[in-house]
């Protein structure tokens, strides 16, 4: 049996400590939310009663089915203080940040050959970004400072007059460090350069006012705030002109062919409204949460040699996240005696499967010993004190059971 088979079965091995529970405290949310019930209850109809190509507006359920969309359209818009036209629907972040950034750059081919980046972006902007470059582009991947925060110097001294975009995220997914994005937005007006902002995990979570922040294009996902998954949008500037990277029947303006989903769109209009609304008061209560989770790590009892440091910048962070390094431990023992009394992340979904550390957290110069042995804890609706006192009691158990030697 290979050792992936092994883990993979060993994570559905009844637990062993506390059987009388179902389930696990789910600290994850930076990876995806549950999809809230009112969400599931507005999507209802469009599966299969309201279920017309919204494309097809010659017919009576057509019509109703793009008067839902339109709708959404609307609903999506005012929440982020931005005019319906300005709305891509898309299947989602990831394909939002391909098309803005392949779309921008496509599209001013003969403006400039040079973007701009971070190390401690997401894949679907870094990656895009590689491509570009094995098509010709130069991109400059910037570095970040030792708290995650990109330094608006290196930025200010990297553009050059063939910079055509530059891109940076709002929230960090592993280390919910946020960037400064109206300072960015504003050196790159200054500059002239598009300025794109992967928003997957500011969205729903922040204030939202676009034409406050001054952005160009920016990517959203429904399934990081309440949403299903499968739905996101990319807003962009008016008069800002994308290349298609979807052709086909032209919907969306002609930015982005296939048909339109209206049950995923009313369902991330939906979930975006509940998110706003009570974003201020979430945002409160899952802080002290995460700082009653900081402060109990504080008080665990270490092993000789084993120190816990944090990830990213307490002033500028996601509220409701919590990364972790625990160094002197082994990173693949710590998760492992973890992952059957919890659920969280190791720093990034993406890293956990290709057991490479953390491409976010070594380049804010973590060893890669301490990448593998971070934790990170993504607070939610659901998360209540228990889970955060259960959390930390399995915490405990696993230092002992992970420290080397
Ligand atoms: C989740 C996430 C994405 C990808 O979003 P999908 O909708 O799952 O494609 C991109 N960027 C960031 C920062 C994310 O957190």
Redesign the pocket.
Known sequence: MSPDLRLHRDMFAPLPTSPSRQTIPYLDH???TPCDPAVVEAMAPYWSQQFANPSQRGHRPGLVAAMAVDQARQTVADALGVAPSQVIFT???????NLAIKGLCEQRLGHGRHLVTVAT?????LEPCRYLERLGFAVTVLPVRPDGRLALEALTATLQPDTVLVSV?A???ETGVLQDVEAIAALCRERQVAYHC????ACGHLPMDLTGWGVDLL?L????FYGP????ALVVRPGLVLAPQLHGGGQEGGHRSGTLSPPLIVGLAKALTLALQDQKERGQRLQALRDRLWHGFNGLQFPPGVELLRNGCPPHSLPHTLSVAVRGVDGARLHGQLRRRVALSSGSSCSSTSGKPSHVLRAMGRSAAEAAASLRFGLGRGTTAADIDQALAAVQEALELAAYG
Do not use: P, W
């Open positions: 930076n990876a995806t299947s989602g972040a990831t394909e939002a940040n972006e997401h894949a679907a902007v995220m929230a960090n997914n992967d928003a997957a995990q990517s996902s429904g399934h990081k998954k499968g739905v996101g």
